[in-house]
């Protein structure tokens, strides 16, 4: 009966540390949601900006001149080039 005890405590501090390992981690996962998901609402923002601006244009690049590379920032559906 003596040696039950110990275990049994064990066993307990064992499953405490299980679970306040889990709302640990379960907090860091929303937080790292969360940031996943304004980091997404803030490029589809700029997306939709970029569209609006580029609509009068066929096709618009940034262009790095240090480099010479360049990035199709966008391309006008109704023409015939090809990416």
Request: hydrophobic share 50%.
């Amino acid at each position: 009966m003596i040696m039950r005890q110990p275990q049994s405590v064990t066993v307990l501090v064992f499953i405490t540390v299980l679970i306040v390992l889990l709302l640990i981690l379960t907090v860091m996962v929303h937080m790292r949601n969360r940031k996943l998901k304004s980091t997404l609402e803030e490029q589809m923002a700029e997306r939709r900006l970029l569209d609006k601006i580029c609509a009068d244009f066929t096709a618009v690049y940034y262009v790095e001149l240090n480099t010479s590379s360049f990035e199709i920032l966008h391309i006008n559906g109704g023409t015939n080039v090809k990416k």
